[in-house]
């Protein structure tokens, strides 16, 4: 595609909710970032995928967080037992092989955990 | 521990005034520094900058970065109100993206 394309756009979810938020990056970008952006402060840093393998996973906050990107392709970020604090914006990121482009990134996903 | 700080967090200003954003870093195995424009969501990409003193720019945005001294700085001239939005320098360092808490720009009329 154009751009990197997240869905859906908007997520309310309750308490104990799990959800998958998906993340479609440009075609053919080797590199793949998510990150969790709360109100009023910069992205923080999720994890890391290179193709299909997950290089990083240092940044997601607990054992709820989970994310695959099986065919080095499209990835899902799944947060199970949602929690209030989950509460933020998910970030996609993707970008072409090496370490000496720019990350083009999607709309992101709106989460609200009520 | 890899870290980027933005300063100012905020900052107020009137059309058609000059602003500059500033940025340092302590990051191991540094590769580049990109600044982002951030409205609503996704962050829009401005420049990368890997070599020191070599300044970038476009139209009225201009940055440069300082390796030695490790900070770069984002100057907009001629601010207009189509360039409030929060301004976010990132360091790579490897395959990892570091953000800055960014800096909210409001352009007053």
């Known amino acids: 595609g154009a751009g990197v394309s997240q869905s859906p756009r908007y997520k309310v979810a309750k308490r104990g909710q799990d959800v998958a938020l998906r993340c479609d990056p440009i075609s053919g970008h080797v590199s793949l970032f998510w990150y969790q952006q709360a109100l009023g402060q910069g992205p923080e840093f999720l994890t890391y995928?290179?193709?299909?393998?997950?290089?990083?996973k240092s940044g997601l906050p607990s054992d709820r967080f989970f994310a695959e990107r099986p065919e080095g392709s499209v990835s899902t970020l799944k947060i199970q037992r949602t929690q209030q604090e989950d509460s933020a914006v998910y970030l996609c990121?993707?970008?072409?092989?090496?370490?000496?482009?720019?990350?083009?990134f999607g709309q992101g996903t709106r989460l609200t955990v009520v | 521990e890899d870290k980027v700080v933005q300063s100012p967090l905020y900052l107020v200003v009137h059309e058609g005034d000059t602003v500059t954003l500033n940025c340092s870093y302590e990051v191991t195995n540094f590769r580049s520094l990109l600044w982002y424009k951030q409205e609503k969501k996704a962050p829009t990409f401005l420049f990368m900058l890997?070599?020191?003193?070599i300044e970038k720019k476009s139209g009225r945005l201009s940055s440069i970065l300082d390796k030695k001294e490790l900070f770069s700085i984002l100057n907009i001239t001629a601010t207009q109100t189509g360039d409030s939005a929060v301004y976010l320098c990132?360091?790579?360092?490897?395959?990892?993206?570091?953000f800055g808490k960014g800096t909210s720009l409001l352009v007053t009329p």
């Open positions: 990121a993707s970008s072409s092989w090496g370490i000496h482009t720019e990350a083009f």
């Open positions: 990132v360091v790579n360092s490897g395959y990892a993206l570091n």
């Open positions: 890997t070599s020191s003193g």
């Open positions: 995928f290179q193709n299909e393998a997950q290089l990083d």
